[in-house]
């Protein structure tokens, strides 16, 4: 079946601009993680959704990041007034149960590279 | 405060040449700890999910063993299309987030 599918696979933008990342999970997961990946910081938790609800934004850097879902399936990560530092590839997973119920692993899509120039 | 720490960095493996790759864990609470295979410029692909001291999976040329401190990823006669980053993640708490070790870069030269 399909996996997990992002867009845009690659973005660029100006300092200052408002950018989109959008996440499809697999169909049916009601469990759905942001993460972000950068040169020497590793992989690092942004979010976590269960259906619609996000009981841990922990990860979340500043307040210019946000995400929200809907009907429990595609899921925006929006980063506002970009610097460089979001530079990075931003990943989503997705579980097909809560956590802690032993089937809880994680599928990753392939991740949207983002550029801020 | 919860570390993982994998080692080493990078190996560098003759076709053939066995070898393992550690993951080591402080968490308290551990729920479950997670392999994952990571080519350049794609997503991890998971690999095997541990949830216990001394419990053990394979799959093809990999295993991957649990103790209550660390665990081990053994290749197995490694063939060149197992290069890629491996990377061990650590989930605990009440709402899963994967904790990731940095991974190490596994390069098998034919």
């Known amino acids: 079946g399909a996996g997990v599918s992002q867009s845009p696979s690659n973005k660029v933008t100006e300092k200052g601009k408002d950018v989109e990342l959008r996440c499809d999970p697999i169909s049916g997961h009601t469990a759905l993680y942001w993460y972000r990946q950068s040169l020497g910081q590793g992989l690092e938790f942004l979010i976590y959704f269960q259906g619609n609800s996000a009981p841990d934004k922990s990860g979340l850097p500043s307040d210019r990041f946000s995400a929200e879902r809907t009907g429990g399936s595609v899921s925006t990560l929006t980063i506002q007034r970009t610097q460089q530092e979001d530079s990075a590839v931003y990943l989503c997973?997705?579980?097909?149960?809560?956590?802690?119920?032993?089937?809880?692993?994680?599928?990753f899509g392939p991740g949207t590279r983002l550029t801020v120039l | 405060e919860d570390q993982v720490t994998q080692s080493p960095e990078a190996l560098r493996l003759q076709e053939g040449e066995s070898s393992s790759l550690n993951c080591s864990y402080t968490?308290?609470?551990?729920?479950?700890l997670f392999w994952y295979r990571q080519d350049p410029g794609k997503g991890p692909e998971f690999l095997f999910t541990?949830?216990?001291a001394g419990e053990e999976k394979e799959k093809e040329r990999l295993k991957a063993t649990l103790t209550k401190k660390e665990s081990f990823l053994h290749i197995t006669a490694p063939k060149p299309e197992d290069s890629a980053t491996y990377l061990c993640?650590?989930?605990?708490?009440?709402?899963?987030?994967?904790?990731f070790g940095a991974g190490t870069q596994v390069v098998v030269t034919p």
């Open positions: 993640a650590v989930s605990r708490g009440s709402w899963g987030k994967l904790q």
């Open positions: 997973a997705s579980s097909s149960s809560p956590p802690g119920s032993g089937t809880d692993t994680q599928y």
């Open positions: 968490v308290s609470g551990l729920r479950g």
């Open positions: 541990l949830y216990s």
